[in-house]
Nanobody
Framework: VKVVESGGGLVQAGGSLRLACTASGSSFSIDVIGWYRQESGGPREGVAFITPNGRVNYRESVEGRFTISRDNAKNTVFLQMNSLKPEDAGVYYC?????????????WGQGTQVVVSK
């Protein structure tokens, strides 16, 4: 499975960005797709997750500001980020869970950088 993120960039605090993640190349089903954020030298933290039937889960700090959505036909997930804060900055990684014979295989993208200026 190839996972590719896009949409990162530089934005002022209070601004918006929309990230996209596409998982391709698999003949198996893609289950949960999620976004993680990592600051330099820090741990990778879960931000938002979505199942194939649209069930979502958000990190508390982004509730009400970020919206995750999904196009199952294209195995693409979007993360709309509004009212961005400097603490939202970091590298955003997408992870797509591929289900093969009942076993979940996690696949990661290369990440996309988000910079939020004060």
């Amino acid at each position: 499975v190839k996972v590719v993120e896009s949409g990162g960039g530089l934005v002022q605090a209070g601004g918006s960005l929309r990230l996209a993640c596409t998982a391709s190349g698999s003949s198996f089903s893609i289950d949960v797709i999620g976004w993680y954020r990592q600051e330099s030298g820090g741990p990778r933290e879960g931000v938002a997750f979505i199942t194939p039937n649209g069930r979502v889960n958000y990190r508390e700090s982004v509730e009400g500001r970020f919206t995750i959505s999904r196009d199952n036909a294209k195995n693409t997930v979007f993360l709309q980020m509004n009212s961005l804060k400097p603490e939202d900055a970091g590298v955003y990684y997408c992870s797509a869970d591929e289900v093969r014979d009942g076993v979940i295989h996690e696949n990661w993208g290369q990440g996309t950088q988000v910079v939020v200026s004060k």
